[in-house]
């Protein structure tokens, strides 16, 4: 029965993992280009050493040497990425709110080097530097963009141009990435390249949308109907622990019995 308790404990952490992930989702639910966890999972199967051996039978009466081919399967997560599905614009009106219609980042500057994000809630501080909501300096030309005091009319072309007053005083850095894939989440709502990967960036495919921000690709009712499942999913794996748990019980007591 060990061999049902192993396998039922794997496929309730894996539920547990998968749990941790829908949790998360809906909690950016409202997150401004937030991109949602993807979990999938395969059961792996554990092989004995006899069941790799291909032995002779020399009649159809032979008695086989060995016993037949026995696999245990264990579930495990498979594959475990960031969906960059586009997600829905909705209109602010501000005139530092941008969206990116279509593949794209925008680059900021944080304390841990460039990074990238698809949240285009902007503001100004009182140096007159464009930042973020974290108050990390939006990036353009590889210098953060700063505006002069003064300004009335705020422009964002779709190629990222900055016009105050009809004047060009600036352009967002908005890339686009070889595989997105190979991006990592690095919090507050930023993605960076994983370790030991070079991402190869390019000028973005997509265009800005001024006076409006992305919402997240994440769809509430499908997140909940992923979460009833992994919960009884988990509950399912917990009742097969508790009844090896029984059945083992059970096998010592009538091995321990005299006769």
């Given at each position: 029965m060990q061999e049902a308790m192993y396998t039922a404990l794997f496929g309730a952490l894996s539920n547990e993992h998968r749990m941790n992930s829908i949790a998360n989702n809906l909690a950016n639910v409202n997150t401004t280009g937030y991109k949602r966890d993807l979990l999938a999972f395969e059961d792996t199967f554990a092989m004995y050493a006899h069941d790799q051996i291909m032995e002779p039978v020399t009649n159809l009466r032979a008695k086989p040497m060995f016993p037949e081919p026995q696999h245990m399967a264990r579930v495990r997560l498979a594959v475990s990425h960031t969906d960059f599905e586009q997600?829905?614009?909705?209109?602010?009106?501000?005139?530092?709110?941008?969206?990116?219609?279509?593949?794209?980042?925008?680059?900021?500057?944080?304390?841990?080097?460039?990074?990238?994000?698809?949240?285009?809630?902007?503001?100004?501080?009182?140096?007159?530097?464009?930042?973020?909501?974290?108050?990390?300096?939006?990036?353009?030309?590889?210098?953060?963009?700063?505006?002069?005091?003064?300004?009335?009319?705020?422009?964002?072309?779709?190629?990222?141009?900055?016009?105050?007053?009809?004047?060009?005083?600036?352009?967002?850095?908005?890339?686009?990435?070889?595989?997105p894939s190979m991006l990592e989440k690095a919090g507050n709502n930023l993605f960076r390249p994983r370790e030991g990967v070079t991402v190869g960036e390019q000028p973005a495919q997509g265009v800005l949308v001024q006076g409006f921000l992305e919402a997240p690709n994440v769809d509430a009712v499908y997140e909940m109907v992923n979460m009833i499942e992994a919960q009884r999913q988990f509950e399912a794996y917990t009742k097969v622990m508790q009844t090896a748990e029984a059945l083992d019980k059970a096998s010592i007591q009538q091995v321990g019995k005299g006769r």
């Open positions: 997600g829905g614009l909705k209109i602010t009106g501000a005139p530092f709110d941008v969206a990116i219609s279509g593949d794209g980042f925008l680059k900021v500057q944080t304390p841990n080097g460039e990074l990238l994000t698809r949240n285009g809630h902007f503001r100004l501080n009182a140096e007159g530097q464009m930042i973020t909501e974290q108050g990390f300096p939006v990036l353009g030309g590889g210098d953060a963009i700063t505006l002069s005091a003064g300004f009335k009319d705020i422009v964002i072309a779709e190629d990222g141009r900055i016009f105050a007053d009809n004047a060009l005083v600036g352009q967002l850095d908005v890339v686009s990435v070889d595989d």
